[in-house]
């Protein structure tokens, strides 16, 4: 076990807690044959990732009111895990601000020779943290709260100077005629960064399906994959098919 990846290690760490209830840092570096100081960023990364509480000496299970966000973080992470699938080494890659494209981080840590660009100083910061230390790559523009990113005409402008293999990015929700859709007005960035990458993926949770929100932000014709889970129905699955969309279905027991 000791030679388990980031990733596989956070998986069993969420399952000893699950069964146990609670975890110690000293023994889980023994378990792991790795430094405590390694457990910490694993305990405060799922932490962050709504998957445990961190107390001193270690971390507790979720209380039983918290179980909901739990099982959402999880899906968030499955979805993610299955979306980093899609990366080869040595491509070059924008990953948008989100809750789910931030939880593909660590997923990352396996592949080489990387390029990654990303207007979200959150997953700058995680991605600064990976052992094989990917080139990074930030917009920079101007800073907008809503989305805790960088957006406007200096962001476009060096997305522009680029060429990338993939976009990863999130959505607050799809219209199932039309494509993702946002509250947030500000959807110049996104469409720049789908036009200056040759593949396009959307990672989503199931129950955004449907809401009606009045922002498009990309639509169907720009969009090549869909990331969610298997929450949604067979009827949105043909739907989006029909759009020429691969819809790719990850599944949080499986992690």
Do not use: C
């Amino acid at each position: 076990m000791n030679r388990r990846n980031t990733q596989q290690r956070r998986h069993t760490i969420v399952s000893l807690i699950n069964e146990q209830g609670e975890v110690q840092v000293d023994a889980l570096a023994m378990q792991f044959s790795t430094s405590e100081v390694t457990i910490r960023k694993d305990l405060a990364e799922l932490e962050k990732n709504g998957l445990l509480l961190r107390r001193y000496g270690g971390a507790i299970a979720l209380p039983s009111e918290m179980v909901s966000t739990q099982i959402t973080s999880e899906t968030k992470l499955a979805i993610a895990e299955k979306a980093a699938e899609l990366i080869r080494d040595h491509q070059r890659v924008i990953i948008d601000s989100g809750s789910t494209t931030i939880g593909m981080i660590p997923y990352l840590n396996d592949k080489t020779g990387l390029v990654v660009l990303t207007n979200s100083l959150k997953l700058a910061n995680a991605i600064h943290e990976l052992e094989n230390e990917p080139t990074l790559l930030m917009t920079g523009g101007t800073w907008d709260p809503h989305s805790g990113s960088f957006q406007g005409q200096v962001a476009e402008q060096v997305l522009r100077s680029y060429d990338f293999d993939q976009l990863f990015i999130g959505a607050d929700g799809v219209d199932l005629a039309r494509g993702t859709t946002t509250f947030n007005e500000l959807t110049g960035l996104s469409k720049v960064m789908a036009e200056m990458a040759r593949q396009v993926v959307v990672v989503m949770e199931s129950n955004k399906l449907g809401r009606r929100i009045p922002n498009v932000e990309l639509g169907w014709n720009t969009i090549d994959i869909l990331v969610t889970d298997d929450g949604i129905n067979k009827e949105a699955i043909e739907q989006i098919q029909s759009q020429g969309v691969q819809v790719l279905i990850a599944s949080a027991e499986n992690n």
